[in-house]
C-alpha cells in the first residue's frame, strides 16, 4: 500500500473468525498485544480514523508510526 511516502510501513488485519468470536478480532486487543510485545519501540497508539474499515497509528519512540488496518 502505498501511503504519503515511500519508505512507511502499514499493516493489515483481517479477521476471517466468525461473529461469535469477535473477541478475537478485537482492536483494542491486538493493539495492546502489540504495544505489549514490542514495548522497547512503541510509544502509544490512537487516532482510530474511519469506523467501517479503521485505521490506527501505532506511535514509535523515535517519532515514526505505522498505519495499522483491519477488516473485521
Known amino acids: 500500500m502505498r ?9 493489515c488485519f483481517l479477521c476471517e473468525r466468525k ?3 469477535r ?3 478485537s482492536i483494542d486487543q491486538l ?3 502489540i504495544q505489549k510485545e ?3 519501540e ?3 497508539y490512537g487516532g482510530i480514523v474511519d469506523l467501517k474499515h479503521p485505521t490506527v497509528a501505532i506511535w514509535l ?3 515514526r508510526h505505522i ?6
Request: a negative charge; glycine letters at 6%.
Open 3 to 11: 501511503g504519503e511516502s515511500d519508505s512507511d510501513l502499514d499493516l
Open 19 to 21: 461473529k461469535k468470536d
Open 42 to 44: 512503541v510509544d502509544h
Open 38 to 40: 514490542m514495548r522497547v
Open 31 to 33: 493493539l495492546q498485544e
Open 61 to 63: 519512540r523515535d517519532g
Open 67 to 72: 498505519d495499522a488496518h483491519f477488516w473485521i
Open 23 to 25: 473477541k478475537l478480532c
